[in-house]
């Protein structure tokens, strides 16, 4: 019996190669696996530096084998590697060195040396015949469609942002927190979105995790633009990261329960990333913040670059004008108003007043605070005199569904389909004001009618909303404060991490000590660090 056959026998999933040998024969695995050795050599950089001298000078296009080898040559010397033969042949239709040798790209683009200049005229482009793959293989910039861009900073609200974008009616063109291969998950889609929504106001996020593909992304937006970021004190921010939920566990009945559940099986069960300060590049779960997780920023993953994140500036260079936002400025009690100054400032929509309690609320709970909701309590008439638990009547008709959910989440359909009976259900106005208790429309009145399942079920709110106060409770006791972070930096054993986070949070803040001194001076905690670090310098 072979090795790969005991295996599957065993369990183990055989590959497709021997799952096309045990079902068609030899003669097909080995025309498989060559075409799989085939493909893998063709994604090969040496054999495409091969291939792409062949495809140029063996094309059918009429110029010169001398001009060909020359614009072979233009491309390499760009960095520029293409094997797909319909791509090479636009391109020998194109009148590239021509470009390249003129005045003009000389002047903007070769003098200034700009890592990725178009291998055509900006300003003559055909953007609807050219396919985004291979205008971002030629560095061609995005189409001018685009009126901001965002200068994105995790931790920093920007869920709370992209929120408030979406409802000033700004068209965010890409996903600003994919950080992998820029060229598929930003260049092209936001090439596709502005050639599709010329006329909508649109944004461009650009995030801070830096990767070699994100250089040239940054640098192919030359439109003369200005830009957002939202800034916060680097200590609050690292509080946020190591405070940050790695994944919640709901079970079903997490989310969906009934009038007999007990309400210590009701949450769901949290953790979050956490490092050792030997190894901070490996990763595990932790059932509470640990402060050792600082090493995270110690060693070049993304948390690193997070604090790294002046390396985007140098690569956009045609930002009008940055207007850095802080934190402050987006609290329940200014963020509306920050967000119609910032509409009159760059001509997008302001936000509608009747939106304004969503700007008053907050958008995300990623330290572990009602991740879980929204929740829905099956509220059955066969479960008032109960007093076990029985989840039967989960599956049975004739219950009514009760709705938890917080006042920001509440949805469209729930507005119009749904009566909130928060302050009918609670006597007393709940601590936690943004919670609301939703029934829909035509349940109410079967509600109201049973009083008993009225009282059974304003009994059990009020103890799952106590139980889940305490659970709320011992959450944020664990939580990690600005405080402990300076705590432990001022250590010396932490000297280095200090050093390593002091180095590239003063390159990342120079230029908002330049431009918003206001704003850095009002970090609290991080003039804090500051003093730290002088300190030990002494």
Not at 243 to 268: A, E, G, I, M, V
Not at 273 to 300: D, R
Not at 439 to 445: D, F, G, H, M, T
Request: proline share 5%.
């Amino acid at each position: 019996m072979s090795s790969r056959l005991f295996l599957y026998l065993k369990g183990f999933p055989m590959s497709k190669g021997s799952q096309i040998h045990k079902r068609f024969g030899l003669k097909f695995a080995i025309a498989y696996k060559a075409r799989k050795i085939k493909k893998k050599i063709a994604s090969q950089v040496f054999y495409q530096s091969l291939q792409m001298p062949y495809l140029i000078l063996h094309s059918q296009n009429p110029k010169s084998f001398k001009e060909k080898w020359r614009i072979y040559r233009t491309l390499r010397k760009y960095k520029i590697l293409i094997t797909h033969s319909k791509s090479l042949a636009f391109i020998l239709k194109q009148d590239i060195l021509q470009w390249l040798e003129s005045k003009e790209c000389k002047e903007q683009y070769l003098d200034t040396n700009h890592p990725y200049p178009p291998l055509l005229n900006p300003k003559n482009i055909d953007y609807l015949n050219i396919p985004a793959e291979l205008a971002w293989e030629m560095n061609l910039p995005l189409p001018p469609y685009y009126d901001l861009i965002w200068l994105k900073l995790d931790g920093n609200g920007h869920n709370a942002y992209r929120k408030f974008m979406e409802l000033c009616k700004i068209n965010n063109v890409n996903q600003e927190w994919t950080t992998q291969d820029d060229k598929k998950t930003h260049y092209i889609p936001c090439y596709h979105a502005l050639l599709t929504n010329p006329n909508a106001y649109n944004l461009i996020s650009v995030h801070e995790y830096f990767t070699p593909s994100h250089a040239k992304f940054c640098a192919l937006i030359d439109k003369k633009v200005p830009a957002i970021c939202n800034v916060r004190d680097p200590i609050e921010t690292f509080k946020h990261f190591l405070n940050h939920l790695d994944s919640w566990d709901c079970t079903p009945l997490t989310k969906r329960f009934n009038l007999t559940c007990h309400y210590k099986d009701l949450f769901p069960t949290l953790s979050y990333a956490a490092c050792h300060t030997e190894n901070p590049s490996s990763l595990f779960s932790s059932k509470v913040p640990l402060i050792s997780s600082l090493y995270i920023y110690s060693h070049a993953g993304w948390q690193n670059q997070s604090i790294s994140f002046y390396k985007r500036l140098e690569y956009l260079k045609n930002l009008t004008h940055i207007e850095y936002i802080d934190m402050s400025e987006i609290s329940k009690d200014k963020a509306f108003d920050t967000w119609i100054r910032l509409a009159n400032q760059f001509g997008f929509t302001p936000p509608k007043l009747e939106d304004k309690y969503i700007f008053e609320g907050r958008i995300n709970n990623n330290t572990g605070e009602f991740m879980h909701f929204p929740v829905v309590l099956y509220a059955h008439p066969n479960d008032i005199e109960k007093t076990t638990e029985d989840l039967t009547s989960l599956s049975l008709k004739g219950g009514i569904e009760i709705v938890l959910t917080l006042k920001q989440r509440i949805t469209q359909e729930q507005r119009e389909s749904y009566q909130d009976i928060t302050d009918f259900t609670f006597e007393t106005p709940l601590s936690y004001r943004e919670i609301r208790i939703l029934i829909k429309n035509e349940e109410l009145s079967t509600l109201k009618a049973n009083a008993k399942l009225l009282t059974r079920i304003k009994e059990f709110l009020a103890g799952y909303i106590a139980a889940y106060h305490n659970e709320l409770a011992r959450i944020k006791a664990a939580l990690i404060t600005p405080q402990d972070i300076l705590e432990y930096l001022k250590k010396d054993e932490h000297k280095n991490l200090r050093k390593e986070i002091k180095e590239n949070l003063a390159k990342s803040l120079e230029d908002v000590q330049n431009k918003r001194p206001d704003i850095v001076e009002s970090w609290k905690y991080y003039q804090e660090f500051v003093k730290i670090c002088q300190k030990n310098l002494q």
